[in-house]
């Protein structure tokens, strides 16, 4: 195999197993060495009770809701200081408050459970803010919140998130983060986002790393959020980010200029996989530009037991645009039934030095584009770094904008046929191989020739020498 695809898969692997591993950790954190307090837990019914609760505790303090809130005073939120961590069950009841945040973390420690958070309005972070420390929501529901900058429902910086079992609905940014907006954080997350929205990037998360900060999706459901820049389910700037069995499902951005339906992702590290059996789906994701489903752009991304399929652009790669000295990796993907209104119907590689490696289990077909490449479409001189077991269940098809050209590296095996995996786009020219290596040829030209077509010109050649033959006897046979 191709030394250069073994390094980098396992530099990408090293990555995801690091990220699994740091937010495993963080976890922990999360998990409170004695429960036994929650007995003693401080009953509250109103607004102003739970804001007294909150402000009175030290330490660890348990705080059970007896019935809904409904706030509209705008008071100031209820505020977490350092070193008091509060744990807060809601009791399958609602805070509803219209004006103001609902709370606010100085460092501190805020853990809620089972009931919903309802409203909340900021210039950042409508329902939670925090400034460090540490926050876990585990079978809540937060909806209806709204922020002027960023994160509608929260905004996070330097902090460890743990969000499990979670629902955002609804929830609106007029910048970046319609849920969600996380900056240097660690974060383990299975939620599901439906219908929120922001004006600029990440309808529904926008997720900016620190150094040894990342996070871990898993089993998340992202439908119908948008955006109006980029990335219309997660916007991931300068971060890591492990994607296990999520779905990805009618996301969209909504300006002329604006890329990535469901994932935009810059300059980041990003490991795309299944778990447990369950693959990550992207399907029916909208971009005016570039990348329907996913724009990668910049560093590395790994995708692995994926499909990609129905999504659309109005521009470039209707199922995956790349571009920006990406490296990425395809394993056991699917990509089908995408379309994008010029070239590159199911994925596009653009630029001059992106690098991808395509392994086993490759299918990039089904596609339409309205230009060029219905299937992948190959900017430049790029070529495909191949697995020698490429061909198990492989078929892509194949443009290039510069015709006529070897567009694989690594196949060089006798072991495989690149006739028998890549076929070609353009109906002037045919794929073949050169070297072992796939190469297209203009239709009409000579090239790397199947075994059918070999052994019509064997019989031409034959039938030929046979007249001559039979000429060569006529004219010497004496009279």
């Not at 195999?1 to 898969?9: K, L, Y």
């Not at 948008?226 to 300006?255: K, P, R």
């Not at 990668?296 to 991304?301: K, R, V, W």
């Not at 196949?411 to 045919?430: A, E, G, H, M, W």
Request: glycine share 12%; charged share 25%; net charge negative.
């Amino acid at each position: 195999m191709n030394d250069s695809i073994t390094e980098g898969s396992s530099r990408v692997k090293l990555i995801a197993a690091l990220t699994v591993f740091v937010m495993a950790f963080a976890a922990l954190a999360f998990c409170p060495a004695d429960t036994s307090d929650a007995d003693d837990a401080i009953e509250v019914s109103t607004w102003d009770e739970l804001q007294h609760a909150i402000k009175s505790a030290s330490g660890e303090t348990y705080i059970t809701l007896t019935e809904d809130i409904k706030d509209d005073s705008g008071d100031d939120p209820a505020t977490i200081e350092r070193n008091v961590r509060i744990y807060l069950d809601l009791a399958n009841h609602t805070i509803d408050r219209q004006n103001g945040r609902l709370f606010e973390l100085d460092e501190g420690h805020l853990d809620v459970t089972n009931g919903t958070l309802k409203g909340g309005h900021a210039d950042k972070g409508g329902c939670i803010y925090s400034d460090g420390g540490q926050i876990k929501l585990e079978n809540v529901t937060v909806t209806g919140s709204y922020a002027k900058e960023k994160g509608g429902a929260v905004y996070v910086e330097s902090a460890i998130v743990w969000i499990m079992d979670t629902q955002f609905n609804n929830n609106v940014c007029d910048g970046d983060g319609g849920a969600l907006y996380l900056s240097g954080c660690d974060l383990s997350i299975r939620a599901t986002f439906e219908k929120n929205s922001c004006g600029k990037n990440g309808g529904a998360m926008y997720f900016k790393g620190g150094e040894d900060r990342g996070g871990a999706m898993s089993e998340c459901t992202f439908k119908e959020n948008s955006a109006g820049e980029n990335g219309g389910a997660v916007a991931l700037i300068e971060g890591g980010m492990s994607v296990m069995a999520c779905t990805f499902d009618g996301n969209y951005v909504q300006d002329s200029g604006a890329d990535g339906g469901a994932i935009y992702a810059d300059d980041s590290k990003m490991v795309i996989s299944d778990n447990n059996g369950s693959q990550s789906v992207f399907k029916n994701n909208k971009a005016p530009k570039a990348g329907g489903a996913l724009r990668l752009d910049g560093d590395e991304y790994q995708l692995k037991e994926t499909v990609i399929e129905y999504n659309t652009a109005k521009g470039h790669g209707g199922g995956i645009y790349i571009n920006g000295e990406s490296e990425v990796s395809l394993e056991t993907v699917r990509i089908k039934n995408n379309h994008a209104d010029l070239d590159g119907g199911g994925m596009l590689i653009g630029g001059d030095d992106n690098e991808v490696s395509v392994l086993y289990g490759i299918e990039i077909s089904g596609n339409t584009a309205d230009r060029n490449g219905a299937n992948l479409y190959i900017r430049s001189d790029i070529k495909l770094k191949c697995s020698l077991n490429l061909d198990f269940k492989s078929k892509v098809g194949v443009d290039l904008e510069q015709q006529g050209r070897v567009f694989t590296d690594g196949l060089d095996d006798d072991d495989i046929d690149p006739t028998k995996v890549f076929f070609s786009d353009n109906p002037n020219y045919y794929v073949g191989s050169e070297g072992g290596e796939a190469k297209m040829f203009k239709s009409g030209t000579s090239g790397d020739m199947s075994d059918n077509t070999i052994w019509i010109v064997v019989g031409i050649i034959v039938a030929v020498l046979v007249v001559a033959a039979v000429v060569y006897v006529v004219k010497t046979r004496k009279p």
